[in-house]
Nanobody
């Protein structure tokens, strides 16, 4: 059973940067591709970014391309989401998740929540204007 714990959320001003971390325990994170999702109250959870098990392939939702960067350290069993030039519309609860596959072929596959077997508890990011 893989346990995922996010950290790094908080209140930031628009234009600022923030790095989220997702620490994995209870399993080998390099077995899984990993994803980041976000959710605001009253809306469905939406895909943000994903990374293959090796880190060689990454995918992003269009609104975060060029601003967010997903990376991983398989030695530390940690996945990161570097968020730059944050906007108020980035305000959400951010979740990391472990995909049942090691590789992801497309953004469509990366965004499929049913392919993710393990989820963290979330970390809140609030961007003030």
């Amino acid at each position: 059973q893989v346990r995922l714990t996010e950290s790094g959320g908080g209140l930031v001003q628009a234009g600022a940067s923030r790095r989220l971390s997702c620490a994995a325990s209870g399993g080998t994170s390099e077995t899984y591709a990993m994803g980041w999702f976000r959710q605001v109250p009253g809306k469905e959870r939406e895909f943000v970014a994903a990374i293959s098990w090796s880190g060689a392939t990454t995918f992003y939702e269009d609104s975060v391309k060029g601003r967010f960067t997903v990376s991983r350290d398989n030695v530390e069993d940690t996945v990161y989401l570097q968020m730059d030039n944050l906007k108020p519309e980035d305000t959400a609860e951010y979740y990391c998740a472990a995909n049942r596959y090691r590789n992801i072929a497309s953004v469509k596959d990366a965004a499929r929540t049913s392919d993710y077997d393990y989820w963290g508890q979330g970390t809140q990011v609030t961007v003030s204007s």
